[in-house]
């Protein structure tokens, strides 16, 4: 395989794992490359609306572009229905449902090798939790205080004996 081969395919893969990132479905990569002066591979997924073709096909580019790999050409800009992205080796389809189903492209690919994408899941190994220590009895809560009703303050004197006036009483002057 050559170098530009496996770049294209880490593209493609890329590009499958993205898409199944936003949710896409039916994400298949077909290598056409034996038989097609095209591209090297071919990615074709689906959206189940417009604003999720939209969101997978930002997905793809920014991602990218955030590797310094930029889209050649794209097509279907104005399109709610079906999306291009052409990254050199790399075609990658965005299909709405109702569009994958009509222009029967699976059917176009389907002599081609498909490419595997989903990485092989990993058996973990499986922890033994310890048993938490047993608790220990809590002691009875301290008896709570009874609040005392609230009481009226009896209002200052003064040096005369008189009473000072409160804040909310006018005083004549």
Known sequence: MK??????????????????????????IYEPS???????????????????????????NRAFKEQGLYVLYREGGDSRAWKV??????LVHIFETGAREFYSMDALFASFRQIPWREAA???KTEVKKAAPAARPKSKPAAKKKAKPATRKKPAKSARGKTKPTKKTNRKK
């Open 122 to 124: 990993v058996p973990r």
């Open 85 to 90: 992205l052409d990254y050199g080796g790399v």
């Open 3 to 28: 170098n530009a081969e496996v770049k294209f395919k880490k593209i493609a893969i890329e590009a499958a794992r993205l898409g199944d990132s936003k949710h896409a479905e039916n994400i298949v």
């Open 34 to 60: 034996k038989s097609s002066t095209l591209a090297d591979y071919v990615v074709l997924m689906t959206a189940d609306s417009v604003p999720q073709l939209e969101a997978v096909e930002e997905a793809v």
